[in-house]
């Protein structure tokens, strides 16, 4: 099977392992293998929803490109959330800071000036 199909099926469950479900999806895998597999499947709802619907496809290519076309949609949204948060960030400007601290510096000179004239 593709590396992609490894990539999104390591996300799983870290207990079991990715060869073993491969073999399991594709009925290479022995009877007492395969009820093992299914006993720590048993103990995780998401996976075992997972490698059912993974199980429905009938043609491996089909899954195969389905697989391709989600990492390729994940990468891109990630890339985009990731280039918003970017553009959110406060970037090193020395400029902006020189300013809020003269502007600081501004205010507090004129609370004291106006503090003792109003109290003179």
């Known amino acids: 099977m593709s590396d992609n199909l490894k990539n999104i099926l390591s996300n799983l469950n870290k207990d ?26 048993a103990d995780d709802a998401f996976m ?12 491996k290519k089909d899954l195969l490109l389905l697989v391709e076309q989600l990492n390729s949609d994940l990468k891109k949204k990630t890339a985009k959330k990731k280039n918003k948060k970017e553009k959110r960030k406060l970037k090193d400007q020395p400029g902006l800071y020189i300013t809020i601290i003269i502007l600081l510096f501004l205010v507090v000179i004129g609370y004291v000036i106006v503090k003792k004239y109003l109290a003179g």
Do not use: T
Request: glycine share 2%; proline share 0%.
């Open 16 to 41: 079991i392992e990715q060869d073993k479900l491969l073999d399991y999806l594709s009925k290479n895998l022995s009877a007492s293998d395969a009820h093992e597999l299914e006993k720590q499947m």
């Open 48 to 59: 075992n929803d997972a490698v059912e619907g993974l199980e429905q496809f009938k043609n």
